[in-house]
DNA sequence: CCGAATCCAATCAGATACTG
DNA sequence: CAGTATCTGATTGGATTCGG
């Protein structure tokens, strides 16, 4: 089978309502599940320093498979936030890299990534508490 | 069936790599996931302006089923970002507001959505361009 | 009006095996 | 090394029905 973009992670496009209000909406909203995405914001970040090669990627995050990976990076890649250049060289070498677009939603990833790292204590406390409460 | 927590949206807790500097990564990444659902977003805007109820909400997205919208309110509800009060009146009313937690959470999603309608026409640009070379 | 329970289809993600 | 193909179990989301 060969890679359809229904298969890349990031893309729930919105089915309903073709109201006025939402087609700003939705558009933004497909930029923000890339940012909700698991592996995209991870890859992101790895990134954000230096390019970095396929398995280096892979171990860097070491829990995703290589379907995932390679699912991810094509994502981000057809967004415009990374840059994927082939060597021809044998051993094959494959670098990725941010692009300016990337690395400007990396900076603004990052800042909301502060804010989760700020609450997330209040937050873990919330759910805690939720939980306890409807255990009983 | 009773709700599971496991139901609710924006958790994929992710389950490998104990390693440790991805603790906090895994953390902040739900939170994360928070900000990529569809409809948390959504129901955060929707809730930023005043309290709302829950067939309010429910016709202001207008694409949403009432388990979804269920869910939702139920997660953000859980991690504190919003607070269910319940009118014990007839009919019943419910009236779901954001908390202080949700409300920071909400001016910092809306400046992530202010980089997004920036950058919206770039990606797409990119998407149409990367779809175009794809075809071939 | 608000929401829980159930059923069911579609999508997703991991493991594995195979190529240039 | 850097993928692709395929199979399979897990998750998700919508529609519908029922209840306080």
Not at 28 to 55: C, H, Q, Y
Not at 64 to 87: H, K, N, P
Not at 116 to 136: G, M, N, T, V, Y
Request: net charge neutral.
């Amino acid at each position: 089978m060969k890679l359809e973009h229904s298969d890349l992670p990031g893309h729930s496009d919105v089915t309903a309502s073709p109201d006025a209000l939402h087609n700003d909406c939705r558009g933004v909203a497909t930029v923000l599940s890339r940012v909700g995405d698991k592996w995209s914001v991870l890859v992101i970040m790895m990134l954000g320093e230096r390019p970095r090669r396929f398995n280096e990627l892979k171990r860097m995050i070491g829990g995703i498979s290589q379907r995932m990976l390679t699912l991810t990076l094509r994502g981000l890649e057809r967004d415009g936030l990374v840059t994927r250049t082939v060597f021809p060289t044998v051993p094959p070498r494959v670098d990725y890299e941010l692009t300016d677009l990337g690395r400007g939603l990396s900076t603004t990833v990052k800042e909301l990534g502060e804010w989760a790292k700020q609450h997330l204590p209040d937050i873990e406390a919330a759910r805690q508490s939720f939980d306890r409460r409807s255990a009983e």
